[in-house]
């Protein structure tokens, strides 16, 4: 698949437009957490030793839209028969404004864990009550439509899944942002590849917002410029990113043509992050701790105990998220089944898992 010309223009203005924003408007948000006290304290859980500021991804929604509305601005023809505002695109909207909003007033005050998952359920509903679902399972388990009374939890169990993996995942330099990076940009691809500008355009300026971040969380200097995403970033970019994926590998011959490997491209995609947190939280519950309590099981926690640097684990970690796309994409090509597919992914997850923890030193 090639890009048309046109859509590359887009992309550019919207992802540099935003990435310029966020590059610009960092600086100010770490001098008034430096102000304000506003800061990420070290424990015996996190991987940094010293307070860092924590409102980084306060930046990613304002930087979207700004990209959004400056590609709008310039090539203004070019997304008005997309412009139908109707009561679910007002009720999505909705949605993201308050995961930002619970994201933000977490790093400011604090919020206990079940209060924001509350919330966070109540406004994953809004996806299959706006008709956004997952109702076909594309052959998994040989099943494929599958009726709304089952369709609606699926759906909202995903959502909650993947929010709280890119939340959970966000534990060392540059991971939740650079795994988001390359999830946004590929989702830019595929549904520029659709005709579907719009959704082209929300994910590669949210891409470029995390980008400007990339630079000062992992290239920032401790009691300099370096930032910390927090909450407001990184429920904010589970939404978007399950929004993009439900959206994706939906079955609606009204909105999209049918896909045969949309379901699972949209998997892969967010697995990586999606079968830490079911792994954490399963082994939290075998040792009989609440799966809200933090501990130092997370795939980052694991790989560094080898031995390797945060830097070197990021790598490893992005490394094996690409190692999953092309192999993925591969058994596809070769007529595996989905359930097959995937079988094969949770196996090698796991076995990747285990060799690492036998690693470990002593």
């Known amino acids: ?46 991987v940094h030793k010293f307070a860092i500021p924590r409102l980084g ?67 994953a509903s809004f996806f299959p009550l706006c008709n956004l679902m997952i109702n076909d399972l594309h052959g998994l388990f040989g099943l494929h439509i599958i009726p709304c009374f089952l369709a609606y939890p699926l759906t909202v169990f995903v959502i909650l899944l993947i929010v709280n993996a890119m939340n959970l995942i966000d534990g060392i330099d540059g991971l939740a ?29 949210l891409a470029g917002a995390v980008a400007g971040f990339f630079c000062y969380n992992y290239y920032g200097k401790i009691g300099g410029n370096k930032i910390f995403m927090g909450d407001s970033g990184s429920l904010f970019l589970g939404y978007v990113i399950s929004y993009l994926a439900i959206k994706y590998q939906m ?48 795939i980052h926690h694991i790989i560094m105990a080898t031995g390797l640097g945060m830097h070197q684990t990021l790598l490893v970690i992005l490394l094996t998220f690409g190692a999953f796309c092309v192999i993925n994409y591969g058994l596809f090509i070769f007529g595996l089944s989905l359930s097959i597919i ?21």
Not at 178 to 199: E, K, N, R, V
Not at 266 to 288: E, H, K, N, Q
């Open 1 to 46: 698949m090639t890009l048309p010309e046109q859509d590359i223009l887009y992309i550019i203005i919207a992802f540099c437009t935003s990435l310029g924003f966020s590059l610009i408007g960092t600086p100010f948000i770490i001098m008034m957490c430096k102000k304000k006290g506003l800061y990420d304290m070290p424990d015996a859980r996190k």
């Open 57 to 123: 991804g306060a930046l990613f929604m304002p930087s979207m839209c700004i990209g959004i509305v400056a590609a709008l601005a310039v090539i203004h023809r070019g997304l008005s028969h997309e412009f139908t505002v109707t009561l679910s695109t007002v009720a999505m909207a909705s949605g993201g404004i308050v995961i930002y909003l619970i994201g933000i007033l977490d790093d400011l005050k604090g919020m206990k864990a079940m209060h924001k998952f509350i919330i966070q359920a109540v406004v």
């Open 177 to 205: 942002s650079s795994l988001s990076i390359c999830i946004l940009c590929t989702f830019s691809w595929l549904y520029s590849d659709l005709g579907s500008q719009l959704f082209c355009l929300l994910s590669i300026a």
């Open 251 to 298: 079955t609606n011959w009204q909105v999209f043509e049918y896909r045969e490997n949309s379901f699972l491209i949209s998997f892969t995609l967010v697995m990586l992050p999606c079968f830490d947190v079911i792994r954490v939280a399963i082994g939290r519950r075998l040792r009989g701790k609440k799966m809200f309590d933090p501990d130092k099981t997370h």
């Open 342 to 362: 995937m079988l094969t992914d949770v196996v090698s997850y796991l076995l990747l898992t285990y060799f690492t923890i036998t690693m470990k030193e002593d």
